[in-house]
């Protein structure tokens, strides 16, 4: 067990809907991560959160946004799903951000598209 | 673009032998190359990394090698155990720490007894 929360485990939404996905990093890690992890595109980073603040962005789409909050979690947001959005979402939490802690990832939330 | 490739997709080996996982990258700026384990239904967990500054680390049974010029680094598992089937993913990640990492595509690998 890593630490890090992720809820939900599982949800299954239709096209065009929005879904929040939820992450609790571990106990004293600032930074926190989202990752995008599907058949076609392989594990991909979405966005970095450190501290309440966006300090990287990967590929991320513009439908797509996050933040965390001053409790240190942090919340993925999809809107205007689409068919192909339907993958594994991982959160990961580290340290702080701009160094090399490890991060230690979630057990991971699958969305599904329908 | 993908900025690091990764091979063989699959890999099979025999408990007791020597299993070999290769990534190649693009990006020269590159300065951290991590792998990480993924068991099914689990997130990935770091494994061992390496930064451009040496050309192996060596972690109990699993070894990583690094070569610089040819851009290339690999993940050794000596001894594998059918514990050890799972699957691997090599990143990298451009100078200041790793919050931007690119994976490569993964491999799996099953042990067979």
């Known amino acids: 067990d890593s630490g890090v929360t992720q809820t939900p485990k599982h949800l299954i939404t239709a096209t065009g809907q929005r879904v929040t996905l939820r992450c609790s990093p571990r106990?004293?890690?600032?930074?926190v991560y989202w990752y995008q992890q599907s058949l076609d595109q392989g594990l991909q980073f979405l966005i970095h959160?450190?501290?309440?603040?966006?300090?990287a962005k990967g590929n991320i789409l513009e439908r797509f946004s996050a933040q965390q909050f001053p409790d240190l979690h942090s919340e993925l947001n999809l809107s205007s799903l689409e068919l192909g959005d339907s993958a594994l979402y991982f959160c990961?939490?580290?340290?702080?951000?701009?160094?090399?802690?490890?991060?230690?990832f979630g057990p991971g939330t699958r969305l599904t598209v329908l | 673009q993908q900025q690091v490739k990764q091979s063989p997709q699959s890999l099979i080996v025999q408990k007791g032998g020597i299993s070999i996982i290769n990534c190649a990258y693009e990006?020269?700026?590159?300065?951290?190359f991590p792998w990480y384990q993924q068991f099914p239904g689990k997130g990935p967990a770091l494994l061992i990394a390496?930064?451009?500054?040496?050309s192996e680390k060596k972690e109990g049974r699993f070894t990583i090698s690094f070569n610089k010029s040819a851009k290339q680094f690999s993940l050794h598992i000596m001894d594998s155990q059918p514990g050890d089937s799972a699957t691997y993913f090599c990143?990298?990640?451009?100078?200041?720490?790793?919050?931007?990492?690119?994976f490569g595509t993964g491999t799996r690998l099953t042990i067979i007894p």
């Open positions: 990961a939490s580290s340290v702080r951000g701009y160094s090399y802690n490890e991060q230690f």
């Open positions: 106990s004293g890690d600032l930074s």
């Open positions: 959160y450190y501290n309440g603040e966006e300090r």
């Open positions: 990006n020269t700026a590159f300065d951290y």
């Open positions: 390496i930064r451009p500054d040496v």
């Open positions: 990143a990298a990640s451009p100078p200041g720490g790793n919050e931007k990492l690119t």
